[in-house]
């Protein structure tokens, strides 16, 4: 009953910045958990950040901490990923997800997905 549509990748080069649109659609009384997850080619997806709804609080997988930075517009159903200083291996597919419940960077506990949008970091 949620959907969500990920926007905002594209090729951008090292040291660039890019920032991805998470919306979402449908009735969703309860959510407490917004996330970010990536998926590069021959790799396990990663947790790459989430969102807590509730507090506010906010979980960085350490290899983005310090240049990716989330939010979330509450009034247009919208979360964001900040991606500065990116890195040819931050090139991946990026996730969105929601979760009915606060669990961090648990991949298997987030309820729905997105479908996806590329993220190619290259000279």
């Known amino acids: 009953q949620v959907l969500l549509v990920e926007s905002g990748g594209g090729l951008v080069q090292p040291g660039g910045s890019l920032r991805l649109s998470c919306t979402a659609s449908?009735?969703?009384?309860?959510?407490?958990?917004i996330g970010w997850f990536r998926q590069a080619p021959g790799k396990e997806r990663e947790g790459v950040s989430c969102?807590?709804?509730?507090?506010?609080?906010?979980y960085y997988g350490d290899s983005v901490k310090g240049r990716f930075t989330i939010s979330l517009d509450n009034d247009k159903r919208t979360v964001y990923l900040q991606m500065n200083s990116l890195k040819p291996e931050d090139t991946a597919v990026y996730y969105c997800?929601?979760?009915?419940?606060?669990?961090?960077?648990?991949?298997?506990?987030?309820?729905?997905w997105g479908q996806g949008t590329q993220v190619t970091v290259s000279p």
């Open positions: 997800a929601s979760a009915s419940t606060q669990v961090g960077l648990v991949e298997w506990a987030y309820d729905y």
């Open positions: 969102i807590s709804v509730s507090d506010g609080r906010t």
């Open positions: 449908g009735r969703a009384l309860d959510y407490y958990e």
